[in-house]
C-alpha cells in the first residue's frame, strides 16, 4: 500500500500551505517607486536571505525546511539551490503535493507574514501587492490543485474594500489580514462594518496567521514564542466576538490560521464564563448568541500535527476545522501527513474525518478539486 493510500479514499487538503517567494517575486512585481527598495534576496556567510528595507533579514532555509532533520536546519540546505523548488515552481508544486497525497492547497505567503510588521504602511502596501501578482500566476497554472490567498495592508476601510474585490477579481479565495490594521482603530470599530459586509458579499473569509502582529514580546527563551502563537489567534477571536462583530455581521467568516485547535473546548467554555460573570463591570455588547456558539459558528481553525483537536472535536464544532500541512514550514507534516494522519484520525467517525481533511476547507472556499 502507497503512502497516499493509507487513510484512502480520502486525499486531505491542506487548508495552509506556503509558498517561498523566490528571489525576483517583489522586485519584477512591485511598483516602480519602490523598486530599488523591493525586498531581495542576498547570500551571506553562504546563507540566502531575504532582506527587507528597515526591517530584517530573514533566513529563508532556516523557515523552509519541512522533512529535513531539525538538527540539520541552519547547518545544511542554506540556500535556494538546497530547498524545495515546490516553493516557488507550481510544477514542482504538485509533485510534492503527491509526495504527500494531498489533492490541493490553500497557499499563503512566507515573507508576506514578514510584511504585516512593517511600519511604512505605503512601502507594505506595494510590496503585498506585488506579492499578489507574483501569486496569480504561481496558483494559475493549476487553479483545481492550488489556491491562492491574497494580502493587503488596511491603510483604510475604503482602500481594504477596493482591495478585497481586486482579491476577488483575480481568483484568489480569501483573504490574509495583518493581525493589527494600518488605521486608527482596530478591527473590532464600528467603521469596518462596510469591510465585513464586503466580505460576505464577496464571499471572501478573512484569515489571520500567526505571527503576523507588531511588537510581539516573548518571555523566557526563544523557544517559548511558539506558545504565544495561540494566545494571538485568541486575542482576535475574543476582540470579535466581545465588540459584536459577528451579532453586525453573523455571515462573516473568521480563520485562524496555524494556531491548533486543541484548546478551543476550554476557551469556549472560558468565553461563555467571562461574558456571563464580567461583563457588567468589564463591558461589552450585549450579544445575541452566547460566546461560544458565535465561535462554533464563525470561526474556522486550521492545523497540522495537533492530536488534542481530533480527540476532542465532539467538544466543539467539526465543521469548523480544517487540516493542513504547513509545507514547506519547518512545523510542516510533509512528507509524511499520510502516516501522521492515519494515526491521529482513527478514533474519528467517517463524517467527521472527511469534514476536516477534506469538506470543509472545499465549502468554505467553494473550490473545484475532488
Not at 497516499?4 to 486531505?12: H, V
Not at 547570500?43 to 525546511?65: C, E, N, Q, T, W
Not at 524545495?84 to 494531498?102: C, E, F, I, M, S
Request: glycine content about 6%.
Amino acid at each position: 500500500m502507497s503512502q497516499a493510500e493509507t487513510i484512502a479514499p480520502i486525499r486531505p487538503i491542506s487548508a495552509d500551505s506556503h509558498v517561498c517567494e523566490p528571489p525576483n517575486c517583489f522586485i519584477d512585481n512591485i511598483e516602480p517607486a519602490y523598486r530599488a527598495d523591493a525586498p531581495r534576496v542576498e547570500r551571506h556567510d553562504g546563507v540566502d536571505k531575504y532582506i527587507i528595507k528597515d526591517f530584517a533579514s530573514i533566513a529563508m532555509p532556516l523557515v523552509a525546511a519541512a522533512g529535513r532533520d531539525p538538527r540539520e536546519v541552519g547547518a545544511k540546505y542554506t540556500t535556494y539551490d538546497e530547498m524545495w523548488a515546490g516553493g516557488w515552481d507550481p510544477k514542482a508544486r504538485l509533485g510534492d503535493q503527491d509526495r504527500d497525497g494531498v489533492a490541493a492547497e490553500v497557499i499563503y505567503p512566507t515573507i508576506g507574514m514578514a510584511l504585516c510588521a512593517l511600519a511604512d504602511d505605503d512601502y507594505k502596501q506595494a510590496c503585498m501587492w506585488a506579492y499578489n501578482r507574483w501569486l496569480q500566476e504561481f496558483v494559475s497554472s493549476s487553479p483545481d490543485r492550488l489556491y491562492g490567498i491574497g494580502q493587503t495592508a488596511v491603510r483604510s476601510v475604503p482602500e481594504a474594500i477596493e482591495d478585497f474585490r481586486r482579491i476577488k477579481e483575480m481568483g484568489f479565495k480569501g483573504v490574509m489580514l495583518p493581525a493589527v490594521p494600518a488605521t486608527e482603530e482596530d478591527y473590532d470599530h464600528t467603521s469596518f462594518a462596510p469591510l465585513w459586509s464586503a466580505a460576505v458579499e464577496l464571499g471572501l473569509p478573512i484569515s489571520f496567521h500567526i505571527l503576523t502582529g507588531k511588537g510581539e514580546v516573548n518571555r523566557g527563551p526563544a523557544i517559548n514564542m511558539w506558545n504565544g502563537v495561540m494566545r494571538g489567534v485568541q486575542d482576535i477571536i475574543g476582540m470579535f466576538i466581545f465588540s459584536g462583530v459577528f451579532d453586525r455581521h453573523p455571515k462573516l467568516k473568521l480563520v485562524c490560521v496555524e494556531g491548533d485547535a486543541g484548546w478551543v473546548p476550554h476557551f469556549a467554555h472560558r468565553l461563555d464564563h467571562i461574558y456571563n460573570r464580567h461583563r457588567y463591570v468589564k463591558k461589552c455588547k450585549e450579544l445575541s448568541r452566547l460566546p461560544s456558539e458565535q465561535l462554533f459558528e464563525n470561526v474556522f481553525l486550521t492545523f497540522q500535527d495537533d492530536l488534542v483537536a481530533f480527540q476532542v472535536a465532539h467538544l466543539l464544532n467539526p465543521k469548523r476545522l480544517m487540516w493542513a500541512n504547513d509545507f514547506p514550514h519547518n512545523d510542516s507534516t510533509w512528507p509524511n501527513s499520510q502516516k501522521l494522519l492515519a494515526e491521529q484520525t482513527k478514533d474519528l467517525s467517517g463524517e467527521n474525518k472527511r469534514s476536516i481533511l477534506r469538506d470543509n476547507v472545499r465549502e468554505l472556499y467553494s473550490l473545484t478539486c475532488n
